[in-house]
């Protein structure tokens, strides 16, 4: 099932305000975890763990976040101005 543009733009928006924080949290618990329980890794080892916990949050979500920064997709026309939000008498110039 296809997710339509503005449910993936409102998970992404989820998954960015909550998912992130929570996800941050458990990987610094994780690497205090193990910094405790084997010691310090090399510094280049412990780069390599940031860098790939920072891509790994990352890979579930890659198809909600696919265009999501782009116009939408089921819009008529993106150039066109939507008919139900047309100006009214009131707004044009005289």
Known sequence: ???SYRTRKRLS??????GMPLYVVAAVTLTDWARATWGRLPILAELAVYVG???????????IFRGVGQADPEQADPGQPDPAQAPGPADRDP
């Open 53 to 63: 916990l920072g891509l790994l949050w990352a890979l579930p979500f890659r198809r």
């Open 1 to 3: 099932m296809a997710l």
């Open 13 to 18: 928006l989820l998954i960015l305000l909550v």
